[in-house]
């Protein structure tokens, strides 16, 4: 499995920006994605997952919940963050994940991670 993300950038306080994270290497059925993000001097944290299949499920972190939103295109085979009213403290490298079943907020419960991809956001 592999997992390329991209939509990282340098973006003002307010604005937006989308991630997008492809999964290739094998089919997915009961699979869920995830993004998880790690600020400088931090460990990593949860952002969001969804489930691959099905009818969406999702679940937030309570620091972006409200301004964050998931989503998957099973078609593709890309799962999506959609950031809205980005603040400074949303700076950190983002991560996608996928794991089998349902999503988790913890990180060790995924075993496929892409490499990160930069938000930077200014005040």
């Known amino acids: 499995v592999q997992l390329q993300a991209s939509g990282g950038g340098l973006v003002q306080a307010g604005d937006s920006l989308r991630l997008s994270c492809v999964v290739s290497?094998?089919?997915?059925?009961?699979?869920?994605g995830a993004w998880f993000r790690q600020a400088p001097g931090k460990e990593r944290e949860f952002v969001a997952a969804?489930?691959?299949?099905?009818?969406?499920?999702?679940i937030y972190a309570d620091s972006v919940k409200g301004r964050f939103t998931i989503s998957r295109d099973s078609a593709k085979s890309t799962v999506y963050l959609q950031m809205n009213s980005l603040k400074p403290e949303d700076t950190a490298v983002y991560f996608c994940?996928?794991?089998?079943?349902?999503?988790?907020?913890?990180?060790?419960?995924?075993?496929?991670w892409g490499q990160g991809t930069l938000v930077t956001v200014s005040s």
């Open positions: 994940a996928a794991r089998a079943f349902a999503p988790s907020r913890t990180s060790v419960a995924y075993n496929n």
């Open positions: 290497g094998r089919t997915f059925n009961n699979y869920a």
């Open positions: 969804i489930s691959w299949s099905g009818v969406s499920s999702t």
